[in-house]
């Protein structure tokens, strides 16, 4: 079913198929390549294979709003009425921000409207409409995180023969064509991944000397960068299940969950530790993950095995560099150290790693923490109840088919492969010119090799 859903919107919205040599979309994420540009083509041929790229844009844009509009009336709305079926939860965990979105491609697409040349559609200018509504692209995060839960949740109703019926019913009355609702469904996460294909065409067409060449230019880079953006995200969600397993491997846990406030496991190592003025050092293994820092300790026998020791909230802290030496606060001699100081209180963390590659790998950790927490705020992500519970759920059933609680610890091998320092972002000035616009392309992020050490681990009683 899900493979004809695909050609089913492919067929509907006649995408524009990206020539040799642009980007295209391989294995659900995006592979940006170098876009050639049109040169040396003869200007009348140009020009139209730029109004049929415009052309098919708007075309697709107002068959995409009646998708969402038969979304949201033809099953949001009327689900709502049957309180008998369903529940807000399930409503929220089936639809997502599908409405946020009706709204907002509405908008988009009446200002595209107002910006296409019914004559002359190549003379169109709608590269500065994406600029104009870039932030509010951030809202499909949401939903495509969102939609592996949904899929998993409308499942589990259409083992019901009331459900089947139900939405069959929703379908017809709406006059919509024959789709499941998966399909509808499906839409809005094609649709966020089109975007930088037909941006690319459209660019490809366009001259340097035309007045939307450098708007279409920033456009297909601020499109790239949010698609990249919502496939980091989701790969995060897919590691929750591991991070809640971590959780359970820890013996003595207090306190709040780590999915509570985490989504990512950002780096994790040994480390000398010392709290107060004058006071020991203290060997511990630290987990940095988005928001905390997890402190526990090795049994003395078992060395395998973890203890929680406590957290530190990575919000109320700024990460400093230490130099080599005679430490003031702690009155020790120090070095490869840093420290976390409280911003509310005298409070100080002082770290000692036993090699300088370890300590600026450690400064570097906490660089992307503190990026990844901005990113996040920027664009609302974090994870639902519902994913939460699942997760929660999948720990159980591990534990149970494995008749066990308890797993031991491998400390990683080597250091993130990524450098957060070194990571690029999307520059985009006021006034853009085709000097002034350059994108630095963040590689994906590979799984980190404690989750590679984590899985193949054996199993332990408590």
């Given at each position: 079913?899900?493979?004809?859903?695909?050609?089913?919107?492919?067929?509907?919205d006649r995408a524009v198929e990206p020539a040799e040599g642009t980007s295209e979309v391989q294995n659900g994420h995006l592979d940006p390549g170098n876009d050639c540009l049109c040169l040396g083509q003869p200007l009348q041929n140009r020009d139209q294979m730029r109004a049929n790229v415009i052309n098919e844009i708007m075309?697709?844009?107002?068959?995409?709003?009646?998708?969402?509009?038969?979304?949201?009336?033809?099953?949001l709305r009327q689900c709502r009425k049957r309180v008998d079926m369903f529940n807000d939860d399930q409503l929220r965990v089936i639809f997502g921000n599908i409405e946020d979105i009706y709204r907002f491609q509405m908008g988009f697409v009446r200002d595209l409207e107002k910006q296409y040349n019914t004559e002359e559609p190549h003379l169109s200018e709608i590269g500065p409409c994406f600029l104009e509504h870039q932030d509010g692209f951030w809202?499909?995060?949401?939903?495509?995180?969102?939609?592996?839960?949904?899929?998993?949740?409308?499942?589990?109703?259409?083992?019901?023969?009331r459900y089947q019926h139900f939405f069959e019913a929703c379908r017809l009355l709406q006059q919509m064509i024959d789709i499941a609702i998966d399909g509808f469904l499906l839409t809005p996460v094609q649709k966020i991944c089109k975007y930088p294909l037909q941006l690319a065409e459209l660019l490809k067409y366009t001259a340097q000397e035309h007045s939307d060449y450098r708007y279409v230019a920033a456009a297909l880079a601020v499109m790239r960068n949010v698609t990249q953006q919502i496939n980091e995200r989701k790969r995060r969600l897919e590691n929750i299940d591991k991070i809640a397993q971590w959780q359970a491997s820890v013996l003595d846990w207090e306190g709040d969950d780590i999915l509570d406030r985490s989504s990512e496991l950002i780096y994790t190592g040994e480390l000398s530790w010392i709290y107060q003025p004058y006071g020991r050092s203290q060997q511990r293994v630290f987990f940095l993950f988005d928001h905390q820092l997890v402190l526990c300790k090795k049994d003395l026998i078992r060395r395998d095995i973890l203890y929680y020791k406590g957290r530190i909230d990575m919000d109320r802290y700024d990460v400093r560099d230490a130099i080599d030496g005679r430490d003031d606060d702690f009155n020790v001699s120090v070095k490869n150290a840093f420290k976390l100081h409280n911003k509310d209180t005298e409070e100080i963390h002082?770290?000692?790693?036993?090699?300088?590659?370890?300590?600026?790998?450690?400064?570097?950790?906490?660089?992307?923490?503190?990026?990844?927490?901005?990113?996040?705020?920027?664009?609302?992500?974090?994870?639902?109840?519902?994913q939460k519970r699942q997760a929660a759920m999948t720990v159980r059933k591990v534990t149970k088919q494995k008749g066990v609680s308890q797993n031991r610890y491998v400390p990683p091998s080597s250091p993130p492969p990524q450098d957060p320092i070194a990571q690029g972002q999307y520059i985009l000035p006021d006034h853009l010119a085709q000097s002034d616009l350059y994108e630095i392309h963040q590689p994906r992020r590979s799984q980190s090799p404690f989750w590679q050490n984590f899985g193949r681990l054996a199993l332990l009683k408590k």
């Amino acid at each position: 079913m899900t493979l004809h859903l695909f050609l089913w919107v492919n067929q509907e919205d006649r995408a524009v198929e990206p020539a040799e040599g642009t980007s295209e979309v391989q294995n659900g994420h995006l592979d940006p390549g170098n876009d050639c540009l049109c040169l040396g083509q003869p200007l009348q041929n140009r020009d139209q294979m730029r109004a049929n790229v415009i052309n098919e844009i708007m075309s697709t844009e107002r068959h995409y709003i009646k998708h969402l509009k038969d979304i949201c009336e033809g099953y949001l709305r009327q689900c709502r009425k049957r309180v008998d079926m369903f529940n807000d939860d399930q409503l929220r965990v089936i639809f997502g921000n599908i409405e946020d979105i009706y709204r907002f491609q509405m908008g988009f697409v009446r200002d595209l409207e107002k910006q296409y040349n019914t004559e002359e559609p190549h003379l169109s200018e709608i590269g500065p409409c994406f600029l104009e509504h870039q932030d509010g692209f951030w809202i499909y995060s949401e939903y495509c995180n969102n939609h592996l839960d949904a899929c998993m949740e409308l499942s589990k109703l259409m083992k019901d023969g009331r459900y089947q019926h139900f939405f069959e019913a929703c379908r017809l009355l709406q006059q919509m064509i024959d789709i499941a609702i998966d399909g509808f469904l499906l839409t809005p996460v094609q649709k966020i991944c089109k975007y930088p294909l037909q941006l690319a065409e459209l660019l490809k067409y366009t001259a340097q000397e035309h007045s939307d060449y450098r708007y279409v230019a920033a456009a297909l880079a601020v499109m790239r960068n949010v698609t990249q953006q919502i496939n980091e995200r989701k790969r995060r969600l897919e590691n929750i299940d591991k991070i809640a397993q971590w959780q359970a491997s820890v013996l003595d846990w207090e306190g709040d969950d780590i999915l509570d406030r985490s989504s990512e496991l950002i780096y994790t190592g040994e480390l000398s530790w010392i709290y107060q003025p004058y006071g020991r050092s203290q060997q511990r293994v630290f987990f940095l993950f988005d928001h905390q820092l997890v402190l526990c300790k090795k049994d003395l026998i078992r060395r395998d095995i973890l203890y929680y020791k406590g957290r530190i909230d990575m919000d109320r802290y700024d990460v400093r560099d230490a130099i080599d030496g005679r430490d003031d606060d702690f009155n020790v001699s120090v070095k490869n150290a840093f420290k976390l100081h409280n911003k509310d209180t005298e409070e100080i963390h002082i770290f000692l790693a036993k090699k300088l590659e370890e300590k600026i790998r450690w400064l570097r950790a906490f660089h992307e923490e503190r990026k990844m927490v901005q990113e996040d705020e920027k664009i609302g992500f974090e994870i639902s109840e519902y994913q939460k519970r699942q997760a929660a759920m999948t720990v159980r059933k591990v534990t149970k088919q494995k008749g066990v609680s308890q797993n031991r610890y491998v400390p990683p091998s080597s250091p993130p492969p990524q450098d957060p320092i070194a990571q690029g972002q999307y520059i985009l000035p006021d006034h853009l010119a085709q000097s002034d616009l350059y994108e630095i392309h963040q590689p994906r992020r590979s799984q980190s090799p404690f989750w590679q050490n984590f899985g193949r681990l054996a199993l332990l009683k408590k």
